[in-house]
């Protein structure tokens, strides 16, 4: 494949919208098969994951270790049934499989690894490890005169983390302009609000005195997304990026979104179709 060119799915006329909706569908359909699974945060961040396969990540989905690819590297290992449900997507992943999520010999466990499935570039976690794998990973491809992106895709409890700054100093001290990060801001934690737990903030203002060029913009606005991506992949200067995206959890299913406690949604066992007929209800063209 030549290096400038995009997988066929990327170049595909199916909207950004409707990306996002199968990811949240695929999702969905997965935890139903185990009954549970880290499905507030596969829903509220579907909109990046639709806007990063499909409008910004060059890739090869019939080779996923193609040389030529940007590389997408899920630090929150718990957000494995979001990855899978867009390498189903983007072709990566066979949909067939979706009914083996979480089972013994599958090749989709509940929490990614990366020697079992294909087109995942890391284990994520434990958490915060993931910046300072991408800082490596954007040193090395810069070493090979590469051009492509390296895309590291965190959350916001990965902020409480010592060894995410480090990477973050290192990156910038290094003029990784080929690095950037997407950090999901959920402000939800296994024990509550992340704001509550370990407030990050100012956030922008220390990712710029880091060094970085920063974003924040609203992760659940496709027109957002987008154009963070355009702006930090065309951003001239030397130094990484960072995007901040303000989510909402369960995002698509309202009866979900107004749960007290998402990090880990408690969905009964007859409410899983009744999640996917309210997605079906806002299904986009």
Not at 32 to 38: I, L, M, T
Not at 48 to 57: I, N, T
Not at 74 to 101: C, D, K, N, R
Request: glycine share 10%; with cysteine; aromatic share 8%.
């Amino acid at each position: 494949m030549p290096e400038d060119q995009r997988p066929p799915s990327a170049l595909s006329n199916v909207s950004l919208a409707r990306r996002a909706w199968n990811i949240r569908r695929k999702a969905l359909l997965m935890g139903e098969v185990q009954g549970q699974g880290y499905i507030g945060q596969a829903l509220g961040i579907a909109d990046v994951l639709a806007a990063s396969y499909f409008h910004a990540l060059r890739y090869d989905p019939a080779d996923p270790e193609w040389e030529g690819r940007d590389r997408f590297l899920l630090s929150i290992g718990h957000y494995a049934i979001a990855l899978y449900a867009v390498l189903m997507e983007a072709g990566i992943l066979p949909e067939e499989e979706l009914e083996t999520y979480g089972m013994d010999d599958s090749r989709m466990p509940m929490s990614g690894m990366a020697s079992y499935t294909p087109g995942m570039e890391i284990t994520g976690g434990s958490l915060g490890h993931g910046l300072g794998i991408a800082v490596g990973v954007a040193m090395g491809l810069k070493r090979k005169g590469s051009d492509r992106f390296v895309y590291n895709l965190m959350s916001d409890g990965e902020l409480g983390e010592g060894s995410t700054w480090e990477a973050a100093m290192a990156g910038a001290h290094h003029k990784l302009d080929n690095l950037i990060c997407l950090i999901d801001f959920n402000d939800q934690q296994a024990d509550g609000k992340s704001t509550q737990m370990l407030s990050a903030e100012p956030l922008l203002d220390k990712w710029t005195a880091f060094g970085w060029h920063a974003q924040r913009v609203d992760g659940n606005d496709l027109d957002a997304v987008v154009a963070a991506f355009d702006a930090a992949r065309n951003h001239p200067g030397d130094q990484p990026r960072a995007i901040v995206f303000d989510t909402l959890m369960c995002k698509g299913v309202p009866f979900l979104e107004t749960r007290e406690i998402t990090h880990f949604v408690r969905v009964e066992k007859d409410e899983w179709a009744k999640a996917l007929a309210v997605l079906e209800e806002g299904k986009p063209a």
